[in-house]
């Protein structure tokens, strides 16, 4: 489901996503931001694996017509939920060697 909120001029979109893949749980909660007429996203990503409970961030910038990720990418699979496209990116943190889960819309 899908619950959408509006802070002030931010606009805050929270998704649940239920992978197909292992039956594993993604929580995804989106936040936009507008600065000189271009919008800035922030996705937390919140992965369910085994105990552990990894927090990841991905920062989405979009510059005149350039479009920049601010992430080390490795893997991209696509999803379509209803009229929700949604891009699950797998990244490599340089950060303790770990191999996080970021999906975003």
Same mark, same amino acid.
């Given at each position: 489901?899908t619950?959408?909120?509006?802070?002030?001029r931010? %606009?805050?979109?929270? +998704?649940?996503v !239920?992978?197909i893949l %292992?039956? $594993?749980?993604?929580?995804?909660?989106t936040r936009?931001y507008?600065l000189e007429n271009s919008p800035? /996203?922030?996705?937390?990503?919140t992965?369910?694996?085994l105990?552990?409970?990894?927090l990841?961030?991905?920062r989405?910038?979009?510059?005149e017509?350039s479009h920049?990720? +601010? /992430?080390?990418?490795t893997? +991209?699979?696509e999803?379509t939920l209803?009229?929700s496209?949604?891009?699950? +990116?797998?990244v490599r943190?340089i950060? %303790?060697? $770990?191999?996080?889960?970021?999906?975003t !819309?």
């Amino acid at each position: 489901y899908t619950r959408e909120y509006t802070l002030g001029r931010s %606009h805050i979109t929270e +998704v649940n996503v !239920r992978s197909i893949l %292992h039956g $594993k749980i993604f929580l995804l909660i989106t936040r936009e931001y507008t600065l000189e007429n271009s919008p800035i /996203s922030v996705a937390y990503v919140t992965r369910h694996f085994l105990i552990n409970i990894v927090l990841s961030l991905t920062r989405e910038y979009t510059l005149e017509r350039s479009h920049i990720i +601010v /992430s080390n990418v490795t893997l +991209v699979r696509e999803y379509t939920l209803g009229r929700s496209h949604i891009t699950a +990116v797998n990244v490599r943190s340089i950060l %303790h060697g $770990k191999i996080f889960l970021l999906i975003t !819309r």
